[in-house]
């Protein structure tokens, strides 16, 4: 490749300068500015102007050293063995470039690696003496660290004392402290609850907990670790194999992730990051990459190392989950309930692979919180397919005179008024119905499965059939012409009968999917059962007086208060008599059970069953008489669990409540049916 012009000195120590400030706010502060991959464009400049003109190298470049110096509030652990960093890889090129480096080195046609998930959290060192654990460090600098030993040992999956036979007499184990998605959140609950500072990711947040002075505080901390390698070693032997030995250490006591495996030559390396780039959504952790290690410890000797990294391993990352663009505008979305939802108009940008020009702000007490402003430059985070949203400013980028953003006095879509009830943080547009918004998301929600289940009305064609005047509220849907559907853009004569015909199956319902489906405010599915259950018949539920209904099981005075408002609304009404007119109709006075084997019992579900949708196994448990819940309590008779249960099943053990696996589950439900 061509060397570019010689840049002048002057640049090249500024972009110095700016890489250490990001390190130091990165290691020792634990609140950087910047996403990581920003960063890393940083030092990849650094490390290609370096290498195009090496007399510009300075002995203390961030390209010759690891990491930021520790913090003075711990002691110093000096590392007996330096702990390097890694060379990075973003594309399979790089990757192929590393696995040739190696073969030609090694002078083999193919190579055997190690390739385990890089996880987004600490390196630390924890060092064994006759099996105990004596002390542990961070990383540091890579030859000095700081002293966390007292904060190590609150971390319940950091053994005190190894366990089984054969480890040496002295042993360091290094591995990466990290804080699992669910703890991390509940941390931020907490914060949010006690108007505390949160944390703006899991990496942070597991940096900050185990670097607290007082050990009581990271105690608290949901902290795990995984453990990935061995530094200084004395009095006894070690596998000749990186998978050999990390398998040692699973068998002493230290944990290592499951998901590390061994695998051959570079087509090796790509399958495994493709496989760990489709789980990644799903694990319970944070990981940014990959990476690939020599598996042959003597192959691993003779590769060696370069300043500031080992020859015999790489991290392959992933598109970046978090980047810097720039806000444009602040938009307001009205939804089904007349919520306002706030929404960044952003500068387009690729975050984690997909382009990004929306990202959502919540609401106004998070904007006030992150201070956003238009014409901000703002760190944006995407995850999976989790809406995109605006993680924090960069103030250090921000121009003067830019507007503190203030939500509308009234309704962008309609211009009624709006309100903030006490104790909400949503402002709502007032106006029902009638305002165009919420007549598109109210449409979406009645057609939608779990309510009057009618098949092929998607959300864009719904927005169509608005937009064109064909529908004005949901009781529209059942006026609608063969013609007038088949005239609309990608749409024809069969897919207009194919509507027509779900929409006449939607007219046979039930009286729980009815009331569920008109879009109450806080009605969900199990109070809608709750009411067909309890009153059996829709003039009773509309002329219910609010005590009445509070004396209903798990319906509080919020609920109570928005289901007679509701009904109190003549526009409302009018769209339910006109929906029945239309043919909509079920069988009142009763419920949808069919026998009374469960009555009076309560069950929650949990996990992912694998002999049926959870909607299937809520549906036969209701037939037979049962109350399903989408929250444990002592009240709660059963929690049937699936595959990866949630916070239920924890919930479940700590009360008492009986919990059925799904083996379980299904003979007693065969048994129960029976008796039905």
Not at 258 to 268: D, F, M, Q, R
Request: glycine residues 8%; charged residues 30%; neutral net charge.
């Amino acid at each position: 490749m061509k060397a570019r012009k010689k840049p002048s000195k002057k640049y090249v120590s500024d972009l110095r300068t700016q890489i250490e400030y990001h390190n130091y706010r990165y290691y020792v502060l634990d609140d950087p500015e910047i996403p990581d991959a920003e960063y890393d464009r940083l030092l990849r400049e650094l490390q290609s102007l370096e290498k195009e003109h090496p007399e510009l190298i300075t002995a203390d470049s961030p390209t010759q050293r690891v990491g930021a110096k520790p913090l003075k509030e711990f002691g110093e652990i000096k590392h007996i063995i330096p702990m390097l960093s890694l060379d990075n890889a973003f594309d399979e090129q790089e990757v192929s470039d590393f696995d040739r480096r190696i073969r030609e080195k090694l002078n083999l046609e193919e190579i055997k690696y190690t390739a385990e998930p890089k996880l987004d959290g600490l390196a630390v060192s924890l060092l064994y003496e006759d099996g105990v654990l004596t002390r542990a460090a961070t990383r540091g600098d890579g030859m000095t660290g700081e002293d966390i030993t007292l904060n190590a040992r609150t971390v319940p999956s950091i053994p005190l004392r190894l366990i089984g036979k054969g480890f040496p007499n002295v042993l360091e184990v290094r591995g990466e402290v990290y804080m699992p998605k669910k703890g991390f959140d509940q941390l931020n609950e907490r914060a949010r609850k006690n108007q505390e500072k949160e944390f703006a990711n899991p990496r942070n947040a597991a940096a900050g907990s185990l670097r607290q002075l007082d050990s009581k505080v990271t105690a608290t901390r949901p902290l795990e670790i995984a453990c990935y390698s061995i530094g200084s070693v004395e009095g006894g032997e070690i596998p000749d194999c990186h998978s050999l030995i990390l398998n040692k250490l699973r068998d002493w006591g230290l944990r290592v992730n499951p998901e590390i495996k061994t695998i051959s030559g570079v087509g090796g390396c790509v399958n495994y990051y493709q496989d760990m780039a489709s789980k990644r959504d799903g694990l319970p952790y944070e990981i940014d990459g990959v990476v690939y290690k020599v598996d042959s410890i003597e192959q691993q000797n003779k590769m060696g190392f370069v300043a500031r990294a080992p020859r015999w391993a790489i991290a392959h990352k992933f598109p970046a989950q978090e980047e810097i663009t720039v806000i444009e505008e602040i938009d307001i979305q009205v939804g089904r309930t007349g919520a306002l939802t706030p929404v960044a108009r952003l500068k387009p940008v690729s975050v984690g692979g997909v382009t990004v020009s929306n990202a959502t702000l919540h609401n106004e007490d998070e904007i006030k919180r992150k201070d956003v402003r238009v014409g901000d430059t703002v760190v944006v985070r995407r995850a999976g397919d989790v809406i995109p949203e605006v993680v924090s400013v960069v103030l250090k980028k921000r121009t003067k005179g830019l507007r503190k953003f203030k939500m509308p006095a009234k309704c962008p879509v309609c211009k009624s008024e709006v309100e903030k009830e006490e104790g909400e943080t949503i402002i709502r547009c007032v106006a029902g119905l009638y305002c165009p918004a919420q007549r598109k998301e109210a449409i979406k929600h009645f057609s939608s499965r779990r309510a009057m289940d009618i098949e092929g009305l998607g959300d864009k064609l719904v927005e169509q059939m608005v937009d064109e005047g064909l529908i004005n509220d949901i009781a529209d849907l059942y006026s609608l012409k063969k013609e007038q559907i088949s005239n609309m853009e990608r749409m024809g004569e069969k897919s207009a009968e194919n509507i027509l015909q779900a929409l006449e199956k939607s007219k046979a319902t039930t009286l729980a999917r009815f009331i569920y489906a008109l879009g109450i405010r806080e009605v969900g599915q199990a109070t809608a059962q709750t009411l067909a259950d309890e009153l059996g018949a829709l003039d009773t539920i509309q002329n219910e007086p609010e005590e009445q209904l509070l004396e209903l099981p798990d319906i509080g005075p919020i609920v109570a208060a928005h289901i007679v408002h509701f009904f109190s609304e003549k526009h409302n009404c009018d769209v339910v008599k006109k929906l029945q007119q239309a043919g909509v109709h079920w069988e009142e006075g009763k419920t949808t059970a069919e026998s009374d084997v469960l009555k009076g019992k309560t069950f929650v579900l949990t996990g992912t069953l694998s002999s049926m949708t959870r909607d299937e196994a809520k549906d036969r448990l209701q037939a037979l008489g049962a109350k399903v819940t989408g929250s444990v309590s002592k009240k709660t008779s059963y929690v049937v669990a699936g595959a990866d249960p949630g916070s239920k099943f924890t919930k479940a053990n700590k009360l008492g409540v009986t919990v059925l696996e799904e083996n379980d589950f299904m003979k007693q439900l065969s048994e129960w049916e029976n008796r039905g």
